[in-house]
């Protein structure tokens, strides 16, 4: 089996007159820690969400597993139970509990018994030392809580790869922390991401390779010493004095 | 206090008037809950196909009918819509006016429903699809476990709100022969000549079963509510 999980061949979106990515071709190896930056409207995100094809591409393929999943023909939503992802605003569900957010899913699309899903969910629970919580329902958590849930939430249908869709920049300062750790630990476990943010220090520390992305493109990428240490793109350059 | 008691008797106790409007409230009550049956159901399926179009432009041909729906049953009286139905479509059908009465409320009640309920599925933020989706459930496992519950909790109140105009609204059916509340009210007018007596009972009567449906439609708000917070 290729060791590439997810292989991105001239990947294009068009919005309108607007094209947000203008030809993408990159692949995430399993294990990878990716880490995608860039200036607001570079495209990262656009890029991020088309890989469950939450945002559908106007042209290229997505190979995921070694499947054509921007062929109309698959089956999406077979493929999506592999893929985590986790949002910039959570998007737990309100009207259900914790214990529920986590063990829908697996529940409904009968990849674990009730009893099995929620052995597996106070299992992730405990981990993040959030199964006091089970019960309560999403509005009664921090925001820090609400995302370690919506990672949980992704973890338990055992997916291949997470997305992260800039999921510490809705977050209050002091909360970052503890949803930088527990990706850390993800990571750490050999679970392949790809991360979009603005959190350098993750990218730095965590990351297996670094993604610069401007103009819909993909204009430099790297180990993070290297990258962050030599960059060459004028347009990096420029992006890192700033937040750096 | 001796001519209230006389009007009265004569209203109400006499020749037992007063099972006329037991049995008027019967039917208003079995015109109403055919007509709600009916109108959620249509008003349901117009709203997620409205929806699925607006998101994904399939469905173009329903989406179409739905609108040329809405837009001649919101047009036009109802009162006209139940005559048509019970003189036109019905003309030459035996089928009981109380079964007709019902169809005709219920496909006028849908039309609001619909777009009730269609502004509570918009209501419900696109991460929650996009969470849904993402986990791996269908567009039809979001709708129904994620969207839908949520949307009928927004919309509650506006639905309460349609379900008592559609009680007072049924008072019209009388129009195609079937004894109603209203209906009831004006016959035993008709017996004893007096207006006021039969009128404020059939008001009382509508305002009761308002205050009750009202009552626990609360209850079940205020249940629904306490998920969250």
Redesign the interface.
Known sequence: MSDKLIEVKNLRKVFGENEVLTGITTDIKRGEVVVIIGPSGSGKSTFLRSLNLLETPTAGTILFEGVNITDPKTDIDLHRQKMGMVFQHFNLFPHKTILENITLAPVVLKKMTKEEAKKKAEELLERVGLLDKADAYPEQLSGGQKQRIAIVRSLAMDPDVMLFDEPTSALDPEMVGEVLELMKQLAHDGMTMAVVTHEMGFAKEVATRVVFMDEGQIKEQGKPEEFFEHPKDVRLKEFLSKIL | MADFSAKFYANFIKDDRWLGLVTGLKVTIIVTIEALLLGVLIGFIIAIIRSYHDKTGKFKILNAVSRFYLTVIRGTPTMIQILIMYLVVFGSSSLDSIIIGGIAFGINSGAYVAEIIRSGIMSV?E??T?????????YS?TMW??IV??AF?NVLPALVNEMIVLIKETAIIGYIGEQDLTKAAMIIQSRTFDAFMPLLAAAVIYLALVMLLTFFMNKLERRLRT???
């Open positions: 933020p991460g929650q996009e969470a849904g989706r993402s986990l791996g459930l269908s496992q476990l994620i519950p949520q909790k998920n969250e917070r």
